[in-house]
Each structure stands twice: as structure tokens, then as C-alpha cells.
């Protein structure tokens, strides 16, 4: 399922249906409702295949019964399935369409106003997911560290530098704030991997982002804090940097 898609840009959909007239309303349906975007209509579930090899979508409008690769066939093959709405004149299959985790089903022959209340639960789902994408990338950038008898949130952005001190560390944050937390320099350094910190001595942990100088020896930050490059962490620096200098 795409995962950068906006609701006001409109959600990625495909159309499937091997009857033409059907696949031509159904096309027409989807680009009357303002917040889909009809990305393909196919007719035929190999078509729609071929498709997604090349790009992601949000959603599909897909008939069951067709020849070669029925819907439900063609939906439980894909490893990683957008938001799904079937629509078929048999209603026999609506049990199996909701093994397959479908969003809604839509009977043959059925009107813009049926069409418009499963689009609406795509709608809604879709919002769904995008929110909880959300909080979990921004969970993504947060440390809870416990601190003075408290579990303390971190944006990891705001923070300037780490100071080993023995089994403990203290988190240096813009606007002056200092945290102490119980924790060895290692564990750290998995959390904020990926994240601009440089271990540049033994004792200190640097995020690169607030680094305005660099020297042989030592590092500035913004604030005007200079801190010690350590001898067998000056590789550390220079990888980091290599791919940056101009």
C-alpha cells in the first residue's frame, strides 16, 4: 500500500473488471468522487498485476468473477494488499470477499449512491492508516528516558549532545535542559542510530546537525560548546563527513 499518498491529492485507485461496459462505470464512478484518483482500469486481474509491479496504489475496485485470475484469487496473492472493494452480481461470494480482509462489497448492478457509501469506508480506512503511519514515525524520532523519578520525552532533534559518565549519561537539549539517565553510551547509540549522531570520543556523542565547526581535535556546536575529539574516533568524523564535503 502506497504510504505517502494525501487525502487532498486524492487516493490511488485501480479498477478491475473484464465486462467493459462495468469497468467503464466503475472508471467513472471513482473520477466523480472527489478524493479518489483512478491511477488504472483494467481489464483483467494480469493487467492489474503488471500494474503494481510498476507503481503502488491505495486502493482497488475489483470484480470476482473473471476469467484466468479471479478477484479473490488475484487479492490473496499479493503480499502486501491495498484497501480492497469488490464488486460482483454473484452475492454467494460476499463471505469469502471478507476472508481476504475486504473493505466492503458492492452487488452488480449498484448505483452511484452504493458506490459513493464504500468509497466513504475506503475514505475512512485510508485516513486510518495514515494516522497511525504518523504517530509511528513520529514515535520514530522520540527517546522516553527515565529521569529524576520520571519517564522524560526526548525529541531526538533537540538533542545537542550525549556525556558518558560511567553508567550514567547525561542528555545535553537545546534551551539549556539537561537530563541524567541511567544507561550505558552503547544502548544509546542503537536508539539514535540513523539519526546524525557521530560518536566522536570516548565520553561524548555529537549531533552532527548542531556542529558548525570541525577541527582536527574538537568539534563546535551552535551554542558555542566545543567538545574533544578522541583519537581513535577521529574515522568516526571522517566517514561521516566524506560524502558531505564539497
Known sequence: ????????????????????????????????????????????????????????????????????LNGLDFVASLTNPPLVVFTTAYSEYALDSYKVNAIDYLLKPYGMLEFQKSAEKV???????????????????????????????????????IESMREYLRIYLEGGEKLMTLMPISKIITMIDNHGFVRIHRSFIVNMGKVTEVSKNSVKLIDGTTLPIGDSFKDNVKIYLQPKIV
Open 1 to 68: 500500500m502506497a504510504t505517502d499518498t494525501d487525502i487532498t491529492t486524492g487516493i490511488r485507485c485501480l479498477a478491475i473488471d473484464d465486462e467493459p461496459l462495468a469497468l467503464l462505470q466503475l472508471k467513472a464512478m471513482i473520477e466523480r468522487t472527489p478524493y479518489l484518483t483512478l491511477v488504472e482500469a483494467c481489464s483483467d486481474a494480469i493487467m492489474a498485476q503488471q500494474v503494481l509491479e510498476k507503481q503502488s496504489v491505495d486502493a482497488i475496485f475489483v470484480d470476482i468473477n473473471m476469467p484466468e
Open 123 to 161: 475514505k475512512r480506512q485510508f485516513q486510518l492508516l495514515q494516522a497511525e503511519q504518523s504517530a509511528k514515525a513520529s514515535d520514530d524520532n522520540v527517546l522516553y528516558l527515565k529521569a529524576d523519578h520520571k519517564v522524560a520525552r526526548v525529541n531526538i532533534e533537540e538533542i545537542k549532545y
